[in-house]
């Protein structure tokens, strides 16, 4: 009677260790079957599962979202050679649903049906993808979310940004008052920052569930860029007239617009996102650094103005929320403008010191959609330093020196833009002429 009773508890323990899965579907395996022009893959399930499917852009990806399912293990990955996407990843959401990512190589149209407990997608090759690097251009890493990138020319980095036809319509139209309440406005930000040091927020990329891309050797981005975030804020700090502020302070998850609301709250008067950068071919290599291109600033514009959150927010020191439209929209164009340029002054500078210390993916600066460098006041880069996919420049993240040498050639970058006259009025910095020291 004891051994029955004694069997009858074991069976009742493993009846509640799988409770959490009674009701959940279990996906087993995935299997890939392509075609010239198609391809198809199979889902195998306990059973007939709810789902939604829907296309990403900038990258390309196909995703599907699986409802209310569990999966066993790492679903397999297709083939090198697969025509139309380069691999697959996968993400619990919610606790209980599976996102399941698929990295395009070409355009596709897919179309899905359940055939018992399978879930078949069927994907038709549509061409070439419309943002499909070129050879040479920077590639964007299927492990990494970006925005289009697009080179900036230095004849654009020459000239300033011409506001949107609709608002230089309406500056010439009321020119006189609108620009002078314009300047008025603006100057607000200088009274409001009397007397402060220098402010600049550090954005280690990625952290926490978020490794970001990832090395041959296991290094993983999130550590290497922390590392030399923190190498570059011990730096600023020891410059008088300076302090640094980090947007994440140990391995965990930021999102990007809270990024951003970090920099604002902290009154940052720059933002420099570090990031290392990858691709699938080993052989790429070197640093870039983005600003902001003109269709992400566009885009936050509108998202600005639009939004009733952001209308009671300051820019450049100016509340939009009592102004009229056409005010509104020719302040946040007067400051986009302002900062675009002075962001790429930026950037040039810190390019220029990376060309000293290791290669140079890009000898010019790059634009990008980013969103972490769309605050519309307040000068942002990202900085790519190396390519973690390439193994000798895995290495050299990973080396304290090589760290220290990046963290430097951000320093000396950001010193030299202050040097050039970008030194913000009413600072500690510009009112004791401060010599800035490297």
């Not at 943002?131 to 979310?145: C, D, H, L, R």
């Not at 010439?172 to 406005?185: D, H, M, P, W």
């Amino acid at each position: 009677m004891k051994n029955y009773w004694k069997v009858l508890s074991i069976a009742g323990l493993q009846l509640l260790s799988v409770s959490g899965y009674a009701q959940q579907i279990s996906v087993n395996s995935l299997n890939y079957i392509s075609g010239p022009d198609q391809a198809r893959m199979v889902f195998d399930l306990t059973s007939a599962p709810k789902y939604r499917i829907f296309q990403l852009e900038n990258p390309s990806r196909l995703v599907i979202d699986i409802l209310d399912v569990h999966l066993g293990q790492a679903l397999s990955q297709p083939p090198a050679s697969h025509p139309l996407f380069h691999r697959v990843r996968t993400a619990l959401r919610n606790d209980t649903d599976l996102r399941v990512v698929f990295d395009l190589k070409k355009q596709i149209e897919p179309k899905s049906f359940k055939d018992g407990s399978h879930l078949v997608v069927e994907l038709t090759d549509k061409g070439p993808l419309a943002n499909a690097a070129k050879p040479g251009a920077t590639p964007s890493f299927a492990g990494k979310t970006t925005e289009p990138k697009t080179v900036a020319r230095k004849a654009d980095m020459a000239k300033p940004v011409e506001p949107k036809p609709a608002i230089k319509k309406a500056v010439e139209g009321k020119s006189a008052g609108l620009i002078k309440v314009a300047n008025r406005s603006l100057k607000t930000k200088m009274a409001a920052h009397k007397s402060k040091g220098i402010v600049i927020a550090i954005d280690a990329g990625h952290g926490g569930k978020d490794i970001g891309a990832q090395g041959y050797s296991g290094t993983q981005e999130k550590d290497v860029v922390f590392s030399i975030a923190r190498r570059l804020k011990t730096l600023i700090d020891r410059q008088p007239g300076m302090t640094a502020v980090m947007v994440r302070n140990g391995d965990y998850f930021v999102n990007l617009r809270e990024r951003m609301k970090i920099a604002r709250t902290a009154k940052a008067d720059l933002f420099i996102s570090i990031h290392a950068d990858a691709f699938e071919d080993p052989g790429v290599k070197g640093a870039s650094v983005f600003t902001l291109s003109q269709k992400g600033a566009s885009s936050e514009a509108a998202r600005w103005l639009a939004n009733s959150e952001n209308a009671s927010d300051l820019v450049g020191g100016v509340k939009l929320h009592d102004k009229d439209d056409v005010l509104a929209s020719v302040l946040l164009d007067l400051s986009q403008t302002a900062t675009q340029d002075a962001s790429v002054d930026l950037a040039a500078n810190v390019l220029e010191n990376f060309g000293k210390i290791g290669e140079l993916h890009h000898d010019a600066v790059q634009k990008a959609g980013f969103m972490v460098l769309k605050s519309p006041d307040i000068p942002s880069i990202l900085v790519e330093t190396a390519y973690i996919s390439n193994p000798s420049e895995e290495q050299k993240l990973r080396s304290s020196a090589h760290q220290s040498k990046m963290a430097m050639a951000i320093f000396k970058g950001i010193v030299s833009y202050f040097s050039q006259q970008h030194t913000p009025i009413n600072t500690h910095m510009a009112e004791a002429d401060t010599e800035l020291s490297m």
